[in-house]
Each structure stands twice: as C-alpha cells, then as structure tokens.
C-alpha cells in the first residue's frame, strides 16, 4: 500500500496516522519519565526515566520526520533514529542493574561497545537497519532471554515486562510480512500500537520491581 498524502497550507504531506500515533507515545513516554522519577530514586528506576526520556523524544522528532518526509527526506529521521538508539541503552543498563544489583563491568562495556557501533553505522550508511538491530539486540538478549531463563527456573515471575517484551516481539512478523490491514492502518501503525502496549507495561514493570524491592528490604 501507498503512503497517505495529504495537503495542508500549501504542503505535500505524508502518514498522519504516524505523526498521531508517534505524538501519542511522545506523551505518554514523558508522562511514565515524570512519574518514575517522581516516585522512585533507585538506579534501576532512575535509568528507566530516561529510557522513557529519550523514547519521548525520539518517538517526537520521528511524527514530524513522517509528516515532512517529501522536504527532510532521511536527514529529518536523524534526531529520532539517535535518541531511539540512546533510549535503547538506557534500557539496558536499567536491566544490567535489575540482573546483577552488584554490577557487571563486561555487560556494561558491551553495551557501550553496542552504542558507539549503532553511532558508526549511521555514520557509514543512513539507515533505519542499524537502529533496528540495536534495539533487537537490546530487548532480546538484554530483556527477553534474561526474563525467560529467570522464568523457566522458577527465580521469577511472569510479570509486565515479559508481557512487553511479548508486544515487541509481535512487531516482528507484523513488519517482516508488512501487514497491512487498511490505508489507514498500515504496518507501521499496527506496530506502534503494540509499541504503546509495550511502553505501558515496562512502565508498570518499573513500578512492580520497586514495589517488590521494598517489600524485600523491609
């Protein structure tokens, strides 16, 4: 299917289903940054803030890159693609701390090691593949295998951020098979739907863990 054009004061436009749908998890990214920070001060919370900080802004600057796409092209997708990479990281060095509270410098350097990577291969070729690997890399290896094997040894529960990890893992075959079930809900948008799923559920995966901490503590 073709992208939906639209003309507004003059302008050739594009996906305003994209720019709806990007604004929404902009707000509600920034609104889950607030209430984190607001509520809980623990590494692990505190790098989920700004995993949720720069999803917000990511997920802001990529509505507008959709909207102008015929005047910005893949430069006005630049300032989305590199906060997304940024957001993805501070996801994984939440779950470093989640998995090993002591620390574990060779995760950590992994990571850096995966950021200056993602950052190069921009750099070579502009390409939403690069940012695309990061974060498989980052929500599988760093999210999903660690919760599955703690899952299947009984040392943890099903709880919201293997369910958002799940809602991100449908996104594959939805983009894979580039299921469209209408011009006006396309493939994208299908995934940014359970993108906002996702979201909702590492937000409360947060909340969950803090809650569970402190109950351990006292």
């Known amino acids: ?17 994209a720019l709806i749908l990007n604004l929404v998890m902009s707000f509600q990214s920034f ?12 590494p692990f919370s505190a ?4 995993f949720f900080l720069f999803i917000s802004i990511s997920t802001f600057f990529a509505a507008w890159s959709h909207l102008f796409y015929n005047y910005l092209g893949l430069v006005g997708k630049i300032p989305g693609w590199a906060t997304s990479i ?39 070729e502009l390409k939403f593949l690069w940012v695309a690997i990061h974060t498989a890399i980052g929500i599988v290896l760093f999210l999903g295998v660690p919760f599955s094997i703690r899952i299947a040894k009984g040392t943890d529960q099903v709880g919201f951020f293997f369910w958002g990890f799940i809602s991100l893992l449908i996104l594959l075959p939805v983009e894979v098979l580039r299921l469209n079930l209408h011009p006006w809900f396309q493939h994208h948008e299908i995934s940014h739907i359970f993108m906002i799923c996702a979201l909702y559920c590492f937000s409360k995966g947060v909340r969950q863990t803090e809650l569970m901490s402190s109950k351990v503590k006292v």
């Open 1 to 17: 299917m073709e992208k939906i054009e639209f003309e507004m004061w003059g302008l050739q436009l594009l996906e305003p289903m």
């Open 31 to 42: 609104l889950y940054y607030q209430k984190i920070r607001a509520s809980f001060a623990s």
């Open 47 to 50: 790098y989920f803030s700004k």
């Open 86 to 124: 940024i957001s993805i990281s501070m996801l994984e060095y939440a779950m470093v701390i989640y998995l090993y509270p002591k620390g574990n410098i060779l995760l950590k350097s992994i990571i850096a090691i995966l950021i200056a990577s993602a950052f190069g291969l921009l750099i070579f």
